[in-house]
């Protein structure tokens, strides 16, 4: 994954839920372009899914991230 993937995780890990407008604000990336490349791909991989009150991490998402920030701290 790219940054701009990760930077979208991450939003979602402090956030645990939120709409695509915040997100796209969060991240200064224009809610065309999160919603038309970010998302496609990590919805792809079952990273996050879509709900009726917003974007949440899946369970594949939230290991993800986890595994990532013990890459990170080694």
Known sequence: ?????????????????????AISSKLGIDSDVVAGTIEPILMRLRLIDRTRSGRILTEAGKKYVRKGEKVGTS
């Not at 979602?12 to 695509?20: D, Y």
């Open 1 to 21: 994954l790219h940054r701009e993937h990760m930077n979208y995780l991450s939003v979602l890990v402090e956030s645990g839920q939120c709409g695509l407008s």
